[in-house]
């Protein structure tokens, strides 16, 4: 039976050549690299899978409203028109552009963090994590036990554990936990949604001991989708509509407007009290850290971009597109047998490396291994979840086991288009044939104290 590919919602306009270099070639650039897929130059990958991060395509639309972009320093034009779509769409008083997604937690964080703190979320990703750990406190992983069996097929595995988590707020005392952070889409968890029922769970325990509750939503339409999608009650409801009830059980949210808005660069935070405290002290870290409160960081052709970008993340014939991109390679991989977080998630296809790899353990890094392996296969570039990124524990500094070793395979908005699943596919299965004969993986030769894995040096071990 023919997999089905949901056709692109678009014309192209304009395109980018990018060329192919032969495997030896590969080989030397990969080692030149330190075998750190950061540290290699762009033109010399042929798909982009290192993230779907500001890698996104932007519309005619988007790019006509770069030209309009207001460059005033205070109070643009385009500023206003970017604080009427996050009114518009999150239903919140105070929206403050920033430039990106860890701008947005280092201004917002340590007002609610410190040392002696804890924060709980359903996933901490990397940036979130590291923030929680410069502000002194310390980050504790709360999903669903489902979530940890890659193979099962189980609906919203990026749930919070809420029985789970009720019972860590008590063990560290209410008063110790600054914050509780739900990842939507959870994206360590394998892009995995997260239900309406438990982000309200969720709302009511945070309520119930006075610990505020902020949304990473960096990917806040992909989960308003799977919710429409999958959850009884919601079929027909707009997707806008679902966004709004979803953001209405939390106090705030910081989010990478470079995801779901579909931009090259921005950030957002929300705040659903306009009259909250907390605001002035915003102002007074993004004057600090990012420029005026007006521009947060941004110039005014990314906020005017940005305000047209949240909107359309939003549309039906986009989702559906997104998503289906997503389930046609998830299909091929299951034709081939090649286990990957399933169902697939909203913005990838994270592969399990460790059922890929049985025989690497994980302080070889087996995530890491297959991302580098997918490089010299056919010049993609990914990027490891797993205890390579993970790094090690702060107090101790011993290496830490992540609950997943995946390889993912971040997949950047209207870029790729149907032939270049098939060569991820291809270039997957090819190495899961030779497989058994990869016998070890990699040592750190060297490392940065914080997020280590975008600059680490690696050498395979003989």
């Not at 990957?340 to 790899?357: K, N, R, T």
């Not at 101790?396 to 288009?417: D, W």
Request: proline share 5%.
């Amino acid at each position: 039976m023919a997999i089905k590919y949901v056709p692109e919602p678009f014309r192209i306009k304009m395109v980018e050549p990018i060329k192919v270099l032969s495997r030896e070639e590969r080989e030397r650039k990969i080692k030149e690299a330190n075998y750190n897929l950061f540290a290699l130059s762009a033109e010399d990958v042929y798909i982009d899978l290192l993230t779907d991060s500001g890698t996104n395509a932007m519309s005619d639309k988007q790019w006509s409203g770069v030209m309009t972009g207001d460059e005033a320093y205070a109070g643009g034009k385009s500023y206003y028109r970017l604080i009427e779509a996050g009114r518009d769409i999150f239903g919140y008083d105070y929206i403050q552009p920033v430039h990106q997604g860890r701008a947005a937690e280092k201004v917002l964080l340590p007002f609610f963090l410190g040392k002696g703190k804890f924060s709980i979320s359903n996933m901490f990703f990397d940036t979130t994590r590291a923030h929680v750990e410069l502000a002194g406190a310390r980050a504790i992983d709360c999903v669903v036990e489902e979530a940890k069996d890659p193979a099962k097929r189980a609906p919203f595995k990026g749930n919070m554990d809420v029985k789970k988590l009720e019972e860590i707020i008590l063990e560290k005392g209410p008063e110790n936990v600054g914050l509780v952070i739900m990842t939507i889409t959870n994206n360590s968890a394998g892009g995995q949604p997260v239900s309406m029922q438990n982000m309200r769970e969720v709302s009511a325990i945070c309520k119930k001991y006075n610990i505020p509750l902020d949304i990473d939503a960096a990917r806040y339409a992909e989960n308003a989708y799977f919710i429409k999608r999958d959850e009884k009650g919601y079929e027909n409801t707009p997707i806008k509509d679902i966004i709004k009830e979803m953001f209405s059980y939390a106090d705030m949210f910081t989010m990478s407007a470079k995801k779901d808005g579909i931009v090259n660069m921005g950030g957002l935070i929300g705040i659903k009290d306009g009259k909250a405290p907390v605001i002035l002290d915003i102002k007074a870290n993004c004057i600090s850290y990012e420029g005026f409160y007006t521009y947060g960081g941004l110039s005014g052709r990314d906020l005017e971009a940005l305000a047209i970008g949240l909107y359309e993340s939003i549309e039906d014939s986009y989702l559906e597109y997104r998503i289906g991109q997503m389930e046609y390679l998830a299909a091929k991989l299951d034709e081939a047998g090649i286990v990957y977080q399933s169902p697939v998630g909203g913005h990838g296809l994270f592969i399990d490396a460790a059922a890929m790899f049985p025989q690497i353990p994980y302080y070889e890094y087996p995530a890491q291994t297959l991302c580098i392996e997918l490089y010299k296969e056919a010049g993609i570039r990914t990027c490891d979840i797993g205890s390579y990124m993970l790094g090690n524990d702060p107090d101790t500094g011993e290496q830490l086991k992540s609950q997943f070793e995946f390889s993912r395979l971040a997949i950047p908005r209207r870029v790729y288009t149907q032939a270049h699943f098939d060569v991820m596919a291809d270039a997957l299965i090819a190495i899961k044939e030779r497989a058994s004969e990869i016998k070890k993986g990699y040592r750190i030769t060297w490392e940065p104290p914080i997020l280590r894995h975008f600059q680490a040096h690696l050498e395979p071990i003989e």
